[in-house]
């Protein structure tokens, strides 16, 4: 299983990007996607999810309104689109799956790293 998340990179505030992550050696429309991501000196954090078809999003309250999670199935692939970033959203951004959308994620990428100048 691989989950390879990319996109990242330096941008100033205000400005936009969009996250893709790729996923091989798993049943794609079985797993709920998610976005978590990681700042340096603090914990990891849940970001934004999407169920299995792309029926519903989940978005912590910090990203609401800025950030857009999607999925394409057919691409197995989740994206996040990120929009008037903050120099706050800076972190390594990670990508994760769990099995029918349920428990704890089985499964991470290897990070995209964000950086957000004022």
């Known amino acids: 299983v691989q989950l390879q998340a990319s996109g990242g990179g330096s941008v100033q505030a205000g400005g936009s990007l969009r996250l893709s992550c790729v996923a091989s050696?798993?049943?794609?429309?079985?797993?709920?996607m998610g976005w978590f991501r990681q700042a340096p000196g603090k914990e990891r954090e849940f970001v934004a999810r999407?169920?299995?078809?792309?029926?519903?999003?989940y978005y912590t309250d910090s990203v609401k309104g800025r950030y857009t999670i999607s999925r394409d199935n057919a691409k197995n692939t989740v994206y996040l689109q990120m929009n008037s970033l903050k120099p706050e959203d800076t972190a390594v951004y990670y990508c994760a799956a769990r099995y029918r959308d349920l428990g704890q994620f089985d499964y991470w990428g290897q990070g995209t790293q964000v950086t957000v100048s004022s």
């Open positions: 999407i169920t299995l078809i792309g029926g519903t999003a």
């Open positions: 050696g798993i049943i794609f429309s079985r797993y709920g």
